[in-house]
């Protein structure tokens, strides 16, 4: 059972996280190694930059690492123009509203023809109805990329995706929730409570092991 990266038949289209991106890249501990190693641009949205202002970010190292990924050059900030804010505005209105964020993440790639990278539900659904031809990706989709594979030594892509999944409570989607558990271990799996249909998998998963043992 495989795991692939989405992304590995587009190497040119810049990409957009959306907050909960970020929040996984640094909750992995290579973030700044993944995306240097992404060969896509990275664009993220002022708004994006704002939403990691606040006292917990400050405190846990999240307004850290996406200012250290500016000052870099890793990343680069764009505001919206008026064809993205146009977008941006009919996201965060009526019903099924996105937070600022998510709006901000999607109307800019929207606008731009480029890549938006969200994991939450809504957001993905939003996006998908507004995407041409470039279909929305995953955080996963940065952290299995055969370029970052390469980058990080030891494997150490899998580690990324575990500590994402665990500290970072990282999305990802049902199709590759096997895959994913095998590449980390079923024993981390189990401890990685953001994984599709947890509570029914984990069973499974420690009956497994116990037969194993």
């Known amino acids: 059972m495989t795991c692939l990266s989405s992304l ?30 992404i060969p896509n ?15 917990t970010s400050y405190a846990n190292g999240e307004n850290g690492f996406i200012r250290r990924l500016i000052v870099a050059k890793v990343v680069k900030v764009v505001e919206l123009n008026d064809p993205a804010n146009e977008v941006f505005e009919t996201l965060i209105s ?24 969200i994991d939450e539900r809504k957001g993905r659904a939003r996006a998908d109805g507004l995407m041409r031809g470039h279909p929305v990706a995953w955080s996963l989709d ?11 030594p030891n494997r150490g892509h899998i580690e990324a995706v575990h500590l994402a999944l665990r500290e970072g409570r990282m999305r990802i989607d049902e199709d590759r929730c096997e895959a994913v558990a095998m590449l980390i271990g079923l024993e981390r799996a189990l401890n990685c409570t953001s994984l599709p249909n947890y509570k029914i998998r984990k069973q499974r998963w420690a009956e497994i092991l116990r037969e194993s043992s």
């Open 94 to 117: 009526g019903r099924g509203s996105l937070d600022d964020g998510e709006a901000a993440t999607i109307a800019v790639a929207a606008a731009s023809g480029f890549r938006p990278v």
């Open 41 to 55: 641009d990275i664009v993220v949205p002022e708004i994006v930059v704002s939403e990691l202002e606040n006292e």
């Open 8 to 37: 590995i038949d587009d190497l040119t289209t810049p990409l957009v996280p959306d907050t909960s991106v970020l929040i996984n890249l640094h909750a992995c501990s290579f973030g700044e190694q993944v995306l240097r190693a």
């Open 142 to 152: 940065l952290l299995i990329h055969p370029e970052v594979q390469a980058a990080l």
